[in-house]
């Protein structure tokens, strides 16, 4: 690691409050202050570690996916910076620790990605976006993987995560060689989880039946989260307008037939 020195915090602290920043480098540094402030000065900041800043950094990440599908950049705008927020604080809780520190962070992340690109810093050549990314699990590789598996985070989402290693093993040829294929799949594993008996035996086919769906929406250049999250705010937006005719209706839930609920559900899609 390198070191680097640090104001005294009483000289941050006047850095941050009265900043005079106007380059993106500027900014870099007041948050990068703001953040060595608040370690020092504040309780709550104080008490924090890597560990116990985990969920909250993957909620600020899926608060930033909604502001994305929003539309809304005002959130966006705050969003990312909640998030860089919390990868500053990282930097900062190792850089204490002596492990690392920011130059590191950026020297491995550039040599990361010049090594990785060959066919755009050397002299290889990729001309297909499958190319690539087979040329990138190999490298992966010659840099002491054991496995083409290694690295794939457990903390993902088990859709995510089904949808990552399925890229990967197909990255390298291992894969179905059409659609066709991948449907044909999907029939047999439904029929399959018909015909299982036990509760263990119908979770197992359920979860079958769930890792071909997520391969796929590959064939078809579907993000299979992106997917369900957009299906699921579909359904949630016309769940809401079912409630609404059920409010206005003076009526409660028990009251209406299954029949009834269906020509609300119907209307709601229907956008009426």
């Known amino acids: ?72 950049d005002t959130e966006l705008k705050k969003e990312i910076g909640d998030l860089f927020l919390h990868l500053c604080f990282q930097v900062q ?33 990729a001309e297909t976006e499958q190319e690539v990314l087979g040329n990138w699990e190999n490298l992966k590789m010659k840099e002491g993987r054991k496995s083409l598996l290694d690295g794939v985070p457990k903390a993902m989402s088990e859709l995510l995560r ?48 769930l890792f071909t769906i997520v391969n796929y929406s590959r064939f078809i250049d579907a993000n299979p989260e992106d997917a369900l999250r957009k299906a699921t705010n579909k359904f949630m937006g016309r769940f809401r307008k079912v409630e609404e005719a059920v409010q206005a209706s003076g009526r409660g839930w028990p009251e209406y037939t299954a029949e009834e609920l269906d020509a609300l559900w119907n209307r709601a899609k229907e956008g009426r």
């Open 1 to 72: 690691m390198k070191k680097e020195e640090t104001p005294s915090i009483a000289s941050l602290k006047e850095a941050v409050v009265n900043h005079h920043a106007k380059t993106p480098e500027e900014h870099f540094d007041r948050v990068v202050n703001l953040v060595r402030v608040l370690r020092s000065e504040c309780p709550w900041d104080r008490k924090q570690t890597p560990e116990s800043l985990a969920h909250l950094l993957l909620e600020e990440s899926y608060e930033l996916v909604h502001a994305i599908d929003e539309g809304d």
């Open 93 to 125: 809780l190792a850089e204490e620790a002596g492990k690392f520190s920011f130059t590191d962070v950026f020297e491995a992340l550039c040599h990361k990605l010049i090594s990785r690109h060959p066919h755009v810093f050397a002299d290889t050549r």
């Open 162 to 209: 089904a949808y990552r290693v399925q890229k990967k093993v197909a990255g390298v040829g291992f894969d179905w060689p059409s659609d066709e294929g991948v449907l044909d799949k999907l029939v047999e594993e439904i029929g399959e989880l018909r015909s299982a008996c036990s509760d263990q035996e119908r979770e197992d086919e359920f979860g079958d039946l």
